[in-house]
């Protein structure tokens, strides 16, 4: 084994492969590439076999880990790719890899260094700066890559065909759920004559802009960063709107909000939260965002308030419709008090919604449990 790695703090999959392609150091990427029927981790998830045998991932609720790990290994030693395929497991057999949620999975495991992957430093970038981008790699030939990003196209797969299918095909849009991980999407397509390729694909994360450098404003800042939001804090008192106060911030912004809104970009995926409880602040905001295509607009506040609210928003001239797109209280009712739980409950209201689901307890529902992708 190399020396180990040394992280100076928990870090993601991600940053562990970036760490170990920056020291020279392979590693063995597991990642799930097909299904069939119920999985317990979608498309796309990844386990990361470092060299110094460290492990960071995951692609299932951990009943076929050690094999995928023993499979790491192997990859790290020969610098073969392999495809795993594990089915249900029949609970006869103690010693038995198998799923007990009776799907069936297929996972792609393969060598990751630089002189399989040319084109790290590229893919890196692009995601840092979070550029939609795929990635496609021969599993029998795994030097041979294809990157697109952006409208720029890095290597080749020596498939001319497949390649331009490949090109034409590719959306670079959103079409899954978020994912604070790469990659965001993955799967193991044929090409042609028969040319196993796996293709990773990366989407920006969406955007969640918080107004309002409050206590609860942190709390959300760091979950919704944990689960994958690109997030902003914006807020005109420069005395609360602080690095100190907001590390875990994408961006934060010392301005009157209604005057950054409304030089944004907002899409369905912007997903706007008002908490700045002022309706000095929060009133010209939401004449903004309820007007916009963000799927997601809520806005703190008592029920009085948001009475008081929805009135005055009326005098501004904003439609019934408009208005019934807001959400407030914002979240839902967890019955939470502190800053913690309630950027809980605003956060699986924002989940909810974009998953079109009930909200409701899991053991009153029927039928999948996951969305199909």
Known sequence: MNDPITLSHPTSLLDCLRLSLEQGQPAALATVVGIQGSAPKPLGSSLLVCSDGSVIGAVSGGC?????????????????????????????????????????????????????????????????HDQPLMLATRLDQPGQQLLLTGDSKHGSLSLPNFEAELAAN?????????????????????????????????????PLWIFGAIDISQSLALLARNLGFCVTVCDARAVFATEARFPMADQLICEWPHRWIEKQTITPDTVICVLTH???????????????????????????????????????????????????????DLGGRSPQETALSILAEVVMLRESRSGRPLLDTQGTIHSSL
């Open 64 to 128: 076929v880990e050690s094999e995928v790990v023993s499979a790491g290994e192997r990859a790290l030693s020969t610098g073969q790719s392999e495809v795993l395929t594990f089915e249900a497991d029949d609970g006869d057999d103690p010693f038995n890899t198998g799923l007990t949620c009776g799907g069936v999975i297929q996972i792609a495991v393969e060598r990751v260094d630089r002189e399989l992957w040319p084109f790290t430093q590229d893919l890196l970038d692009a995601i840092d």
């Open 278 to 332: 002022d309706a000095k602040f929060d009133l010209p905001i939401l004449k903004i965002a309820l007007r916009s295509e963000a799927r997601y607009v809520g806005a703190m506040g008592s029920r009085k308030t948001h009475t008081d609210r929805m009135n005055r928003l009326l005098e501004a001239g904003l439609t019934q419709q408009e208005l019934s797109r807001l959400r407030s209280p914002i979240g839902l």
């Open 170 to 206: 590719w959306t670079r849009q959103s079409t899954v759920s978020c994912s604070s991980e790469w990659p965001s999407h993955a799967s193991l397509v044929l090409a042609d004559d028969g040319v196993q390729v796996i293709t990773r694909e990366f989407y920006p994360r969406p």
